[in-house]
């Protein structure tokens, strides 16, 4: 007996939150804390691969989970800010 598959619409499921993300970020954070750059509807949840956005920690404590401390970034400006950051931390 072979096992059907059970459908469970987690594609639909998928769309409805990247869309309902996608609000929340355009009402809270409509652009990256670095550059300024308005995030893409692409940015909020991509189909596959790697995440466009990260959560950057105003304080650089990464326990202080408080909201206040956490702003949303494109990776990439994430990245560049703490390589800009140990560089400049190097030379003192």
């Given at each position: 007996?072979?096992?059907?598959?059970?459908?469970?619409?987690?594609?639909?499921?998928?769309?409805?939150?990247?869309y309902?993300?996608?609000l929340?970020?355009?009402?809270?954070?409509?652009?990256?804390?670095?550059?300024?750059?308005?995030?893409?509807?692409?940015d909020?949840?991509?189909?596959?691969?790697?995440?466009?956005?990260?959560?950057?920690?105003?304080?650089?404590?990464?326990?202080?989970?408080?909201?206040?401390?956490?702003?949303?970034?494109?990776?990439?400006?994430?990245?560049?800010?703490?390589?800009?950051?140990?560089?400049?931390?190097?030379?003192?």
């Amino acid at each position: 007996m072979a096992i059907k598959r059970r459908h469970t619409g987690t594609s639909a499921e998928k769309a409805r939150l990247k869309y309902f993300l996608w609000l929340l970020m355009q009402k809270y954070q409509p652009d990256c804390y670095f550059c300024h750059e308005p995030f893409r509807y692409a940015d909020s949840l991509p189909a596959r691969g790697t995440d466009n956005l990260t959560e950057h920690h105003l304080d650089g404590d990464h326990q202080n989970m408080a909201l206040a401390n956490r702003v949303l970034v494109h990776r990439e400006c994430h990245k560049a800010f703490h390589t800009k950051d140990n560089i400049l931390k190097e030379d003192i």
